[in-house]
């Protein structure tokens, strides 16, 4: 595969990082709309009845109403070929419900690691590991 691709599956994940760090939903729905295929498959376990880019976009609106402040920094993108792996640190103020947890007011940061598998410039597959944990007991629902 060449290096041509690798460039512009990380182009691709640029655009969609900075939307999600706009904070604008209609905006993260757009781009999930241009740059993830619709019947994405999912790898990571969601507690979704949705599927494919519908279940992103509920994912990304279950956030940004927990974290209306939520920020995502990327810390490591790695591309080769059809695939590119990111290393994330997400930071966000808890102002509302998360995972049946009322708002605390609290800040979080947490780590992540994604997968993704692109095809015809489109991600068509994720793979990810999110430190729930961390977040939760930094939400005070878990004791330290």
Known sequence: MSTGLATNNKATF??????????DMELISKM?????APDVRIRTPLPLKET??????????TLL??????????EDLLGEGDKLVCRNVVTGTHRGEYMGIPPTGRSVTYNEMFIF????GRVA???GVVD?????????????
């Open 132 to 144: 729930v944990l961390s977040q939760l007991r930094q939400l005070g629902a878990i004791p330290v």
């Open 14 to 23: 640029r655009r969609f990082n900075d939307a999600v760090n706009s904070g």
């Open 65 to 74: 109403r927990a974290y209306p402040d939520l920020h995502v920094t990327v």
């Open 52 to 61: 494919g880019a519908q279940a992103l976009k509920q994912v990304w609106a």
């Open 32 to 36: 999930i709309d241009e740059l993830v």
């Open 117 to 120: 598998r692109f095809e015809d």
């Open 125 to 127: 597959e994720t793979w």
